[in-house]
């Protein structure tokens, strides 16, 4: 089966060769690389141009997107029964998509995602074997509410089963993409650590935090409104979990205690209204050492 693998990559230059190098070792060969330049201003594309190989395809966006568009964009190219996506800056061990790619076998399983590594910005591993614990035993998208485990550049899906990446979520597209495929799909976990995901500073995610928190009561509420997970055990924990990170960021911003009082009286009685509680009765430094840690 051909694998299509997708870099969407804007300034990437500080580890993409390492990304890339990673893809050419693959020891499952029949894979094309789709890479998606999305205008970049370094030297992104002279570094991937170095490579040699056929299975490589270079393609430049007309204009900047965000990255659910440039997603969207890139996926009008694969040829591919597989899509697999990797960012710029993560590895993949050597053997990652012959692993995968025995799963497919089954015309039933529609997506397969792996264990991880994260790494920091010089390679070296900061967990390893990070969800090592878990197993298939579960109904994934109620477990997925409370504990979700999939990191983007693990996963492997069918083609056919992606419509398109919801261009309202701009940091927690992923998020949403797995959840609805859940839903209705066959998704098996790989335990094997098989990616390593590189945590530094300008992460997507930690340099738009306010957006992601924003993102994920956006998610909560329309998932209210469709009904599609609220029916679900966990979506109960999910919801307070957000509201709980929400209330976190308003408190370390000093927003007025009128907005952190909405979000704490949505919140069910349990550990994180407790946690919030905690919140008042701790000095300020301590509050921000433990976010830092929850980082």
Not at 40 to 54: A, C, G, Q, R, V
Not at 279 to 294: D, M, Q, S, V
Request: net charge positive; with cysteine; proline share 1%.
């Amino acid at each position: 089966m051909l694998i299509s693998v997708i870099i969407n990559c804007y300034n990437g230059e500080k580890y993409l060769k390492e990304t890339l190098n990673s893809i050419k070792r693959q020891s499952y060969s029949n894979f094309e690389l789709i890479f998606w330049d999305n205008k970049s201003t370094d030297n992104s594309k002279n570094i991937f141009l170095e490579y040699n190989d056929p299975r490589f395809k270079y393609f430049l966006s007309d204009i900047h997107t965000n990255l659910p568009t440039a997603r969207n964009l890139s996926i009008k190219k694969v040829k591919g029964d597989l899509i697999s996506f990797i960012d710029a800056d993560d590895i993949w061990d050597e053997r990652k998509l012959e692993e995968q790619v025995i799963f497919f076998a089954d015309n039933d399983v529609s997506a397969v995602f792996t264990d991880i590594n994260t790494i920091d910005c010089h390679g070296k591993v900061l967990t390893r074997g990070k969800f090592n614990k878990f197993t298939n035993n579960h109904k994934w998208t109620n477990f997925f509410l409370k504990n979700f485990i999939v990191s983007f550049s693990s996963l492997i899906f069918r083609k056919d089963v992606v419509n398109k990446f919801d261009n309202n979520y701009h940091i927690i597209y992923d998020f949403d993409f797995v959840m609805k495929l859940s839903l209705r799909k066959k998704i098996i976990y790989l335990n094997k650590t098989l990616t390593s995901y590189r945590v530094h500073a300008k992460n997507e995610s930690l340099l738009n935090r306010d957006l992601e928190l924003t993102e994920k009561l956006q998610w909560i509420q329309n998932a209210k409104n469709i009904n599609f997970f609220s029916q679900f055990k966990n979506f109960e924990y999910c919801k307070n979990d957000f509201y709980y990170s929400y209330c976190l960021n308003l408190y370390l911003k000093k927003i007025n205690i009128a907005k952190i009082k909405f979000f704490f009286d949505n919140i069910s009685w349990g550990k994180h209204k407790i946690k919030i509680l905690i919140l008042f009765c701790l000095p300020f430094f301590l509050i921000n050492a433990l976010r830092k840690k929850r980082i």
